[in-house]
């Protein structure tokens, strides 16, 4: 398994941005998709973007999508979320994590296919 590590989080007002950063570690970290995950108080964890480790391909929720931009760097083995336009309704734990080699053109939007996490970084939007 590799081993993630989120930062970037904090405390914005609406329609600020952030850009969230996870660092993986590990001889294979290129050769997973790397997806984010948020959490809010009292609500299930839910998909908010990945990137195939393949292709570059990019998925995005709904509610992120125009607004959210996912990115890697596997020569870094670093993934970025750009956040533009934030909402309060943005506001939970956002946690990075990783799944070993889906095939070409799938992606999990389902947490428990992603086999690592990271520990989660706070993001809070005031209005």
């Known amino acids: 398994q590799v081993q993630l590590v989120e930062s970037g989080g904090g405390l914005v007002q609406s329609g600020d941005s952030l850009r969230l950063s996870c660092a993986a570690s590990?001889?294979?970290?290129?050769?997973?998709?790397m997806g984010w995950f948020r959490q809010a108080p009292g609500k299930e964890r839910e998909f908010v973007a990945a990137?195939?480790?393949?292709?570059?391909?990019?998925y995005y929720a709904d509610s992120v999508k125009g607004r959210f931009t996912i990115s890697r760097d596997n020569a870094e083995n670093k993934t970025w979320l750009q956040m533009n336009s934030l909402k309060p309704e943005d506001t939970a734990v956002y946690y990075c994590?990783?799944?070993?080699?889906?095939?070409?053109?799938?992606?999990?939007?389902?947490?428990?296919?992603?086999?690592?996490w990271g520990q989660g970084t706070q993001v809070t939007v005031s209005s």
């Open positions: 590990g001889r294979t970290a290129a050769s997973y998709t």
């Open positions: 994590a990783a799944h070993w080699a889906p095939p070409r053109n799938y992606y999990s939007s389902s947490a428990p296919d992603y086999e690592s």
């Open positions: 990137i195939h480790w393949a292709n570059r391909m990019t």
